[in-house]
């Protein structure tokens, strides 16, 4: 949620960052500027309304003071006409104020002014590249879609079958390998990052939903439970384990903290009908680690690169091909401040595959979330900065694992990091 104090006292500086995002956005900032003037306004009113009743109230004992029997029924009369002016006003204000808080719940997050303006992915740029493990395949490397049905571990007619499209059945080896390198990507996080490792639900409430920007705006993408309250199945593990502090106080001692988790994750993927529907790139429900910070707001752009470079310690430890990606403000999700996407290289495709988007959240989640901290001197409540980045998506990391690890006799060499928990050293028919 923006803060509206920035946008009363700078709103230039919103209307051009606010630009940044695309112009569809503009309109919606003027009717909050406008909402704002008209709510602050209905509060001065009130004031005014409350401070002439206070007059009344002493005319009224006045009155009865002196005997004027007359002159007391005259003002209460006054007072009871003050007593339903306020009533009124309050009604309004507070729709004022519900309408408000609606347009700022669905209006995004303010680029940090360090991201370049642009309108989409090809204003992006790569601020650097790891392609050391490219290999050059003496034979024309399969996707890992073929790959993987020839192989025997992916079963994508039987998902069919069971859920209907963009779904994956994994058998033998293939379940193993997905299994395994989630515990990779645990075991690196939680042993090496220091991140506590939390195994949280998988059905949040809509108010979980709320905190970090799935909803209002994104309802068409999530999978909603029929149940009463109405319950949601996560889209990613973020929800969850930024949610874990929503309306509380921390100390800014225990600042940063550091999470991970795995989860299953679902996604109705709306809007991206005959995108990437071959293989494991955009399917329904996938599975993923997440990472997720807490900082103070001095610290997170400083945190947000170690999270990526977290998330890059995976790419480096499977030796896959990768390049980082700074977003433009026209690219960058809801909630982001600050975004770069980690790509890998997929030489059966022969294009480069996002598998990772680490964000600086600013405090805009945690305002809609109100988590806050208190400075160690006690005179200062602020709220947090949230962090999250994928460490990483399991699904595309065991696409990349086949494509750039395969062999001409159709085998692929399991990467030396994930020998220990595979129990081998290549998968083969």
Excluded at 7 to 12: D, H, L, N, Q
Excluded at 305 to 310: F, G
Excluded at 372 to 397: C, I, P, Q, W
Excluded at 410 to 425: C, F, H, I, N, Q
Aim: with cysteine; aromatic share 8%; charged share 30%.
């Amino acid at each position: 949620m923006l803060d509206i104090k920035f946008v009363r006292a700078e709103p230039e500086k919103a209307r051009s960052a606010m630009g940044g995002r695309g112009a569809r956005y503009l309109p919606l900032l003027e009717q909050i500027i406008r909402d704002d003037a008209a709510y602050r306004a209905a509060l001065a009113e009130i004031e005014e309304l409350r401070s002439r009743r206070n007059e009344v109230s002493k005319k009224i004992q006045a009155a009865k003071s002196s005997g004027d029997e007359a002159a007391a029924q005259a003002a209460m009369s006054e007072a009871n006409a003050a007593k339903e002016a306020v009533k009124a006003r309050e009604e309004k204000t507070a729709a004022l104020e519900c309408e408000l808080n609606s347009l700022l719940l669905s209006v995004p997050n303010l680029p940090h002014e360090s991201v370049a303006r642009g309108g989409g992915p090809a204003d992006n740029k790569v601020v650097s590249e790891d392609v050391s493990g490219r290999r050059q395949f003496s034979f024309k490397p399969l996707d890992h879609h073929a790959l993987g049905e020839r192989l025997g571990i992916l079963d994508f007619e039987t998902a069919t079958k069971l859920s209907g499209s963009r779904f994956a059945l994994l058998k033998g080896q293939g379940a193993r390998l997905e299994r395994s390198i989630i515990q990779l990507m645990l075991d690196t996080h939680t042993l090496e990052g220091g991140y506590a490792e939390i195994f949280p639900p998988f059905l949040v409430t809509p108010q979980t939903m709320t905190g970090t920007g799935q909803l209002p705006k994104f309802e068409e993408d999530l999978y909603k439970v029929a149940s009463e309250p109405p319950m949601y199945l996560i889209p990613t593990a973020e929800v969850p384990l930024t949610n874990m502090y929503r309306g509380d106080l921390l100390k800014e001692a225990d600042l940063p903290r550091k999470f991970t988790a795995y989860t299953v994750c679902f996604r109705q993927e709306a809007g991206s009908y005959g995108k990437d529907t071959r293989g494991l790139i955009r399917n329904h429900q996938f599975n993923k680690v997440e990472l997720v910070w807490f900082t103070r707001p001095e610290d997170s752009m400083a945190a947000l690169e170690t999270l990526r470079a977290d998330a890059e310690k995976i790419l480096i430890k499977l030796k896959l091909p990768y390049r980082v990606v700074e977003l433009c403000t026209g690219d960058m999700g809801f909630s982001s401040a600050k975004t770069y996407d980690l790509e890998v290289w997929m030489p059966g495709e022969g294009v480069f595959r996002e598998i990772s988007s680490c964000s600086n959240c600013g405090d805009f989640q945690a305002r809609r979330m109100n988590t806050r901290f208190k400075r160690e001197d006690g005179k200062k409540t602020e709220f947090v900065h949230t962090l999250n980045g994928s460490g990483l998506a399991a699904g595309r990391t065991f696409a990349a694992i086949l494509e750039n690890y395969q062999q001409e006799d159709g085998s692929v060499v399991v990467p030396e990091a994930l020998r220990k928990y595979m129990g081998t050293d290549v998968i083969k028919l």
